[in-house]
């Protein structure tokens, strides 16, 4: 395996130095504990399908939170993204199984709101923080169509984090997507938009307090060289939807 996993090296390298300076690594509020449980309830099954929507490619290089809790299942991941440059870094992981019972990755380039899947294909569908990202899609459009391709059994695990309200020097408050207070999707707004797009159950998950501490030193450490203050990490949440 190792052999195999060095052949990914120097190209793991090269992407690793062409990000240098250009993301900063949020780690997901989700406990990776958290996401094994889910998993194993959603008895998630070998050649199952597992969608997630808004790839992005921090997560295969920095934080693997929940990609270790998906490797050894036999699945099918699909990594999609709309960015296809963000795709490449999820090439590093096996397009073939090198040994039993290992996930594969088969990124795909889409919008999140109109995928190439068949309606009821798929067995889980995670969305991990691109919900309350400048995008030009709405909540309402991503969960129609996690939904649509969500199997009868399907579960749809959406989550928001690493978006801060800081203070500038001149005592202005800006968010760092952008957005003003009210453009903010919360929990209460993504449970009662599930249940008007067709979901059944709508449970909110717990974050791990330690994580979002860790976030909170980072940014203010990394904001105050330039005289921001933080305030507040603005609403992070995680959400299982069942259909
Ligand atoms: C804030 S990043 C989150 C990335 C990753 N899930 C994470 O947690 O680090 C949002 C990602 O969604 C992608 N994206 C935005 N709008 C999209 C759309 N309509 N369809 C597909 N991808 C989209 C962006 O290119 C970006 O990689």
Redesign the pocket.
């Known amino acids: 395996m190792s052999e195999a996993l060095n052949g990914f090296e120097p190209y793991q390298k090269e992407i690793l130095k062409g990000l240098e300076g250009k993301i900063l690594n ?1 780690p997901d509020f989700v406990a990776p504990e958290t996401y094994g449980q889910i998993f194993d309830a959603a008895d998630l099954k070998a050649g199952d399908t597992v969608l997630d929507l ?3 490619y ?2 295969v290089l920095e934080d693997h939170s929940y990609t270790h809790q998906l490797e050894d299942r036999g699945l099918i991941l699909i990594p ?4 296809v440059e ?1 795709l490449e870094s999820w090439m590093l992981h096996p397009y073939h199984q090198r040994r039993e019972n290992e996930t594969v990755v088969r990124p795909v380039t ?4 109109d995928t190439p899947f068949k309606n009821e294909s798929v067995a889980f569908a995670l969305s ?3 919900i309350n ?1 400048p ?3 709405s909540a309402e459009q991503i969960l129609a169509e996690a939904h649509r391709v969500l199997k009868p059994t399907g579960q749809f695990l959406i989550s928001s984090f690493g978006y801060d309200k800081m203070q500038k020097p001149d005592g202005t408050v800006v968010y760092n997507n952008g957005f003003t207070e009210d453009q903010f999707v919360t929990a209460e707004y993504v449970k009662r938009m599930a249940i008007e797009v067709g979901f059944a159950e709508v449970e909110e998950l717990p974050l791990d307090q330690a994580r979002i501490d860790a976030e909170f030193a980072a940014v203010q450490e990394i904001i105050e060289r330039n005289g921001d203050h933080l305030l507040e990490i603005v609403h992070p949440f995680a959400v299982l939807l069942k259909k």
């Open positions: 949020h808004g790839a992005g921090i997560h999609i993204d709309d960015t963000r889409a919008d999140v709101t991990i923080n691109l990202a995008i030009e899609k």
